[in-house]
């Protein structure tokens, strides 16, 4: 490296100097030369990484590729798949309408996720941000339903929403009216569902935007201040932009987490009533798994990985370039 | 004036949050009939025995004792392999690492209900169905991409002096490994294992798929198994779930900071 030119330059920056030596180019020289794999290097390798590699190929990457195999055969599981059917399975899928409504209800979560969930848990990140009194208990409050297991979470609000012992049955019983069973209503059951999804996940979402407005200079929002900006235009101009990143990242989390939630259907309506309440995953689950149709449930399978693939790229490509 | 609004905000809702929670817990001790007719009032009778009897039941204590083996088995595992593998991306230069590495890195893309079929299938003709290995192996194999990628990241910001120094005196890599990353690396190794132990203690796809037998399931199949088997006496299924989500609860606020900290860094930094 240049040290002469370093040893010629003043002593203060000098230090500076050599750090950022260090940082920028000392990596790119020293690899080239250090790191030629020695016979330890090997030994190490040879030792370290196959039981990573192993599992994840066995369990990961194989169950992917025969899934996309197995769509298309019609096979019960048993023996080997024989019966080469093409791509009937995801015609099959395709016109099943309670596929096409767990499609929309998929569709649905994420857009309630996007319009009530986040506004809700960064308002409430905002709100206890500031010096509010009791703002690690609010925080431990609001985060405490996301530990909980979704089965766990689901059963409670099975219970929660109950004609007889449930919430509907105070105001049923109020007015003296017949118990209403909000579970067993075609047009109330989901929205029971994106009701356990709000109360189970908004603080995950509350602790993004904390973590978030930590990086928020509170130097700049005095200034902002001084020079007169009304709160909603510090919010609007400054907070809002630093926040960007965490928000796109919460939006990514909503989606993904929508796409494969299956854990809550299941205690709470089974589905039902009418196959009006299922998402892609409890779809597989009740239409595929239970019923040992592998070859229909994997086609399902691989609809549900081309459309998480094609979030993943084309949301990570659009939004997250930068972050 | 306005922060008084925004805090009675904050209580009603806290309040709307913790409403379903306690009101489960504080049902369990009602009698049946009492849960029918006055479902949101103190019980009039505490009915201890409700909870008592589970509490002595052989089978509360085997769901969690099962939940609790998966799960240290998931995140032991979990970290000697994710660790091997990333510090050999995190310091060796090798043909193919870097395809070999986003090979891996796939698995960030899709959950495992995707592959579900499939991979019970494999798991079936590995010859692991109903069994521990059959919920745990592929636990691990799909937290793999999560926990290398930490793990890479914060190996890799260790100081390159300390590696270079080990290896002047003749320290090899299995003893750099063990003796000065590892003890090093205490913060982004606790991070990995909170997030798999929650992933596995919560986990209910994969046991459903894989055991079928009562002795081996989890707390979270134990679960709906006793829901199915007393579904006409909600205040047992109650107290069920209350003795059963009691553990994390008290683990969470002993913990909290680290948890916190843990599933949320983890979900940033990846």
Known sequence: MDRVALASAPAVERVGASSDANYAHAPAVYVQTRRRMSINGWTTLIVFLP??????????????????????????????????IG????????????????????????????????????????????RMTGAVWFRMIFFLPYILADVAAGLIWRFMLDGQIGLPAIVTSLFGLQ???????????????????LWK?????????????????????????????????????????????????????????????FDIIVPLTGGGPFDTTHTMVSFLYYFGITRMRVGFGSAV??????????????????????? | MPAIVAFAALVVLAVAVLLPIGLTSLNGFKALGELQTHPFALPRVW?????????????????????????????????AVS???????????????????????????????????????????????????????PQVAFSLAMSILLLRVAF???????????????????????????????????????????????????????????????????????????????QLVLAFITLTILPAILIFLLAQRYIVAGLTAGAVKA
Not at chain 1, 52 to 81: D, K, Q
Not at chain 1, 182 to 195: E, K, N, Q
Not at chain 2, 206 to 228: C, D, F, H, K
Request: hydrophobic share 55%; aromatic share 18%.
């Open chain 1, 201 to 261: 996940y908004f603080g995950f979402h509350m602790m993004l935007y904390i973590a978030g407005l930590q990086g928020v200079e509170r130097e700049m929002l005095e200034a902002a201040e001084m020079d007169g900006a009304k709160p909603f235009q510090r919010f609007w101009h400054i907070t809002l932009p630093l926040l960007g990143p965490m928000i796109r990242l919460s939006v990514f989390f909503s989606v993904v987490g929508a796409l494969q939630l």
């Open chain 2, 156 to 234: 890799k910001q260790l100081p390159v002096e300390l590696l270079d120094a080990a290896m002047m005196d003749g320290c090899g890599y299995f003893r750099y490994f063990f003796f000065i990353t590892l003890p090093l690396s205490g913060p982004v190794l606790s991070t990995v294992a909170i997030i798999s132990f929650v992933g596995s203690w919560n986990s209910y796809l994969l046991p459903l798929v894989v055991l079928n037998s009562e002795s081996r399931y989890p707390w979270t199949l134990g679960l709906m198994a006793y829901q199915g088997q007393y579904t006409t006496s909600w």
């Open chain 1, 301 to 323: 399978g691989v609809v549900l990985f081309i459309i998480c693939v094609t979030f993943a790229f084309g949301y990570r490509r659009l939004f997250m370039r930068d972050d």
């Open chain 1, 51 to 84: 039981p990573a590699l192993l599992l994840f190929t066995v369990f990961v990457a194989l169950p992917m590729v025969e899934a996309g195999w197995y769509s298309f055969f019609n096979w019960n599981g048993f023996g080997r798949p024989e019966k080469f």
């Open chain 2, 83 to 137: 660790s091997m593998a990333a510090f050999t991306f995190a310091h060796l230069r090798f043909f193919g690492h870097r395809f070999l590495l986003s090979y891996m890195m796939l698995g960030l893309l899709f959950p495992v209900a995707t592959a579900i079929l499939p991979l019970f299938i494999k798991i079936r003709d590995l010859g692991l169905l109903d069994s521990y290995w059959g919920v745990v192996l």
């Open chain 2, 47 to 79: 009915m201890w025995s409700n909870y008592w009897d589970i509490l002595m039941s052989l089978r509360y204590w085997q769901v969690l004792g099962n939940s609790l083996l998966i799960a240290a088995l998931t995140v032991f595992l979990t970290l």
């Open chain 1, 87 to 130: 791509l009937k399975n995801y015609v099959y899928v395709s016109g099943n309408p309670a596929f096409t409504r767990a499609l929309i209800n998929n569709g649905l979560i994420i857009v309630a996720s996007l319009l009530v969930q986040l506004p809700l848990a960064l308002g409430v990140a905002l709100l206890i941000a500031g």
């Open chain 1, 179 to 197: 118990p209403f069973y909000l579970l067993g209503s075609t047009d109330w059951a989901f929205t029971a569902v994106l009701i356990v999804i």
